[in-house]
């Protein structure tokens, strides 16, 4: 089983190639101006040192938001466009999940204009649906889980913290997703829609 794993969404751009569970390359990278740009070349730049191209790959996992409305859009793109013209089957994992992986954790992510992405993960199990929020309310959620590691974009809340192997975080988590069958009308999960909606209404 071979598998294209690509995040687009946030800070990271993450390009890896995997084989039977064991990661051939990965490039992982800040700059989040760059996704667009070079999503596709350090793919194309993967395959050609590993002698493969796209058509011998089973699988895409893709990070599918909350993010930038460009970000998330360049690896959605791409996955839409493989399936279009190959045999490949596509998963999606939340971009808040993404960083969480398997612990137990609060993951945030910069939603601009004093606002955060957030959810609650478990073993990679939802407590708390990602959502939308302030960070003056992050320290709502930290009392009711104070024993959760937080992680994401930890210094908009004045904590430290280092971003993990988040392709592998990526590839672990997809195990327990099911493929997409709806790909032709898959959508990014943006939150910041909802939430204009909500207020406009």
Same mark, same amino acid.
């Given at each position: 089983?071979?598998?294209?794993?690509?995040?687009?969404?946030?800070?990271?751009?993450?390009?890896?190639?995997?084989?039977?569970?064991?990661?051939?390359?990965?490039?992982?990278?800040?700059?989040?101006?760059?996704?667009?740009?070079?999503?596709?070349?350090?793919?194309?730049?993967? *395959?050609?040192?590993?002698?493969?191209?796209?058509?011998?790959?089973?699988?895409?996992?893709?990070?599918?938001? =909350?993010?930038?409305?460009?970000?998330?859009?360049?690896?959605?793109?791409?996955?839409?466009?493989?399936a279009a013209v190959s045999s490949i089957k596509i998963k999606?994992?939340?971009? *808040?999940?993404?960083?969480?992986?398997f612990k137990k954790a609060i993951s945030i992510l910069d939603?601009?204009?004093?606002?955060?992405?957030?959810?609650?993960?478990?073993?990679?199990?939802?407590?708390?649906?990602?959502?939308?929020?302030?960070?003056?309310?992050?320290?709502?959620?930290?009392?009711?889980?104070?024993?959760?590691?937080?992680?994401?974009?930890?210094?908009?809340?004045?904590?430290?913290?280092?971003?993990?192997? *988040?392709?592998?975080?990526?590839?672990?988590?997809?195990?327990?997703?099911?493929?997409?069958?709806?790909?032709?009308?898959?959508? =990014?999960?943006?939150?910041?829609?909802?939430?204009?909606?909500?207020?406009?209404?």
């Amino acid at each position: 089983m071979k598998t294209i794993v690509m995040d687009s969404a946030n800070q990271y751009l993450v390009v890896a190639l995997y084989e039977d569970g064991k990661c051939l390359d990965k490039i992982q990278e800040i700059g989040n101006r760059k996704q667009s740009e070079y999503a596709i070349v350090y793919l194309e730049k993967l *395959l050609k040192k590993h002698h493969l191209q796209v058509l011998d790959f089973d699988e895409m996992v893709i990070t599918i938001g =909350p993010g930038s409305y460009t970000g998330v859009r360049v690896a959605l793109t791409i996955a839409k466009t493989l399936a279009a013209v190959s045999s490949i089957k596509i998963k999606t994992v939340s971009s *808040l999940k993404a960083m969480a992986g398997f612990k137990k954790a609060i993951s945030i992510l910069d939603a601009r204009s004093q606002k955060i992405f957030l959810g609650v993960y478990n073993e990679g199990k939802v407590v708390v649906e990602d959502c939308m929020t302030t960070l003056d309310q992050f320290d709502h959620y930290r009392q009711i889980y104070p024993d959760y590691e937080v992680v994401g974009d930890v210094s908009l809340v004045n904590m430290e913290g280092q971003c993990g192997d *988040l392709a592998h975080l990526i590839y672990e988590l997809s195990k327990i997703e099911e493929y997409r069958s709806d790909v032709d009308h898959l959508v =990014p999960e943006y939150i910041k829609d909802v939430e204009a909606k909500k207020i406009c209404q």
